[in-house]
């Protein structure tokens, strides 16, 4: 069985300021919402702007699992060690962080991040309770 060569991601949208090549790696500007009863680390938005996220963490111990979860997202193909690390807002809702990894290009890491936010939204989506649509006839 042959294997053909991956597409290569779709280019960035224009303007974009989330997802920024560095040295050795991206940095990316997040808007984080953390709680401790959240259902699950997952992306919640992404756009040219930023990348809103939900940590299940309470808001102290949140960089953590945020950084965990953004390893195991952006992981792959030429990326095979990933750091993660809070460069900027180790304390705030808004950060900035930088994933140290050779070869991970900002457009594969936007389009990763788009998956995760659609495979998230499909996941809560099929978790949430039947919505009753109209009117109950009596």
């Known amino acids: 069985a042959s294997s053909s060569p991956a597409a290569p991601p779709p280019p960035l949208p224009a303007g974009c ?3 920024k090549e ?6 990316l500007a997040l808007e984080c919402y953390c709680s401790a009863s959240a259902r ?14 939900e940590v ?10 945020l950084c ?7 992981a792959g193909d030429g990326c095979a060690k990933l750091r993660c690390e809070v460069v900027r807002g180790e304390r705030a809702p ?9 070869g ?10 788009s998956i995760a936010q659609l495979a998230a939204d499909r996941e809560a989506a099929a978790a949430a309770p039947p919505r009753s649509v109209g009117r109950p006839t009596f």
């Open 22 to 27: 560095v040295p050795q790696g991206l940095e």
């Open 68 to 74: 965990e979860y953004l390893g195991e997202t952006l």
């Open 94 to 102: 808004v950060k900035v962080v930088r994933v140290l990894c050779d």
């Open 56 to 65: 299940k963490a309470k808001d102290s111990e949140a960089n953590k699992p």
């Open 17 to 19: 300021t989330s997802v």
């Open 40 to 53: 699950q680390t997952r992306v919640k938005a992404v756009s040219a702007r930023s990348i809103g996220m």
């Open 104 to 113: 991970l290009a900002a457009a594969a890491a936007y389009q990763r991040l």
